[in-house]
């Protein structure tokens, strides 16, 4: 396991030095999207005309709270990722590299981070003032109906992640489990 602080987006070489268990602190640009986001994502593959670039881009699944006055943003703690995996093999066919979210997903879901070079990064749930504290700059990009569903454009520094599933197959809950089982 290792520590790094990171530009987004990730090179090919960043993303392929990862493994699962590092802890990474990403500055640069992330989009946020959840469920309906990504249906609505889905529909507009179909047009051709995307709300977001999907190549080399970091997704946070998040809906964060309304901002108080004077601030940039509320709560932005991340969401259950499993939610995602029927939508994700086709964004990574697009060019997504990273998801960040909590909890595990889909075998599927890890065999195509393998095929497609990418990452899912977990982030602290419990921890979304936290995290809002690393947040610059929070736009409305798309879907504003969907409320803080909608999709937003975030400009993180030293948002704080740790690679879950990485682009070899490493599956931190696993070997987490593996380590457990072998000290009790």
Do not use: W
């Not at 190549?55 to 932005?76: D, L, M």
């Amino acid at each position: 396991m290792s520590t790094k602080h990171l530009k987004l987006p990730l090179s090919e070489e960043d993303i392929m030095s990862l493994r699962a268990g590092d802890i990474i602190y990403l500055t640069g640009t992330i989009y946020t999207a959840r469920d309906a986001a990504h249906k609505r994502i889905m529909e507009a593959l179909k047009d051709g005309k995307l709300p977001i670039p999907l190549k080399n881009a970091t997704i946070y699944y998040v809906g964060p709270t309304p901002a108080r006055p004077n601030e940039i943003i509320g709560s932005a703690g991340p969401t259950s990722s499993y939610r995602m995996d029927p939508y994700a093999r086709t964004l990574l066919q697009e060019g997504l590299k990273i998801m960040i979210g909590k909890g595990p997903r889909s075998k599927e879901y890890q065999d195509d981070l393998i095929k497609y070079h990418a990452l899912y990064l977990t982030s602290i749930g419990g921890a979304a003032v936290s995290i809002s504290q690393t947040i610059k700059k929070c736009e409305l990009v798309a879907y504003p109906d969907l409320g803080p569903e909608a999709i937003y454009h975030l400009e993180v520094e030293d948002f704080f992640a740790i690679v879950t599933y990485d682009a070899y197959g490493g599956n931190l809950y696993e070997e987490g489990i593996k380590k457990y089982k072998k000290t009790s």
